[in-house]
């Protein structure tokens, strides 16, 4: 699998002691966290980081440097697999509806089909329950017709 090379960095750090320091190598991770962010949350991303800025904008920064600047960036594994990883996660925590929504819309936007998304969440049944699974089926449910709704398909 391959990673997308639009926000890749040049070479990667393999650890975050390997990361570059100081004020360039901080300006260098939040910028390769903005690309990030863009192509794989898109507009998703960005809502949830303007909420965060009148009361933590600090804390938007950190969300743009650590998950998306080191970690999304990182080789390894493709978006789709990071993003399925994702789904699946929130799913199986079971009280993470704001943030699954923002990630299914962030699998649609990386390629993964409603399909897929929605086996993803019910495998999680298996290790989460069914109440877990129920609540990521419903959340990728409002997403999927919030989806349609912008592109102006019927409900």
């Known amino acids: 699998m391959t990673q997308t090379t639009a926000i890749q960095p040049a070479v990667a750090p393999k650890t975050p002691a390997d990361a570059p320091q100081g004020a360039g190598g901080d300006h260098e991770r939040l910028a390769r966290g903005r690309r990030a962010l863009d192509s794989i949350d898109g507009e998703a991303g960005h809502n949830v980081i303007a909420a965060l800025a009148d009361i933590a904008p600090d804390f938007a920064t950190y969300v743009i440097e650590f998950p998306f600047g080191d970690i999304y960036s990182r080789p390894g594994l493709?978006?789709?697999?990071?993003?399925?990883?994702t789904i699946a996660?929130?799913?199986?925590?079971?009280?993470?509806s704001p943030q699954l929504k923002v990630h299914i819309h962030a699998g649609l936007n990386v390629g993964l089909s409603r399909d897929?998304?929605?086996e993803v969440i019910m495998q999680m049944a298996v290790y989460a329950g069914f109440p877990a699974a129920l609540n990521g089926l419903f959340a990728a449910k409002a997403v999927f017709a919030e989806a349609d709704a912008k592109a102006g398909r019927p409900l």
């Open 89 to 96: 996660a929130l799913t199986a925590l079971g009280n993470a």
């Open 78 to 85: 493709d978006l789709r697999s990071r993003e399925i990883a």
């Open 116 to 118: 897929e998304i929605t």
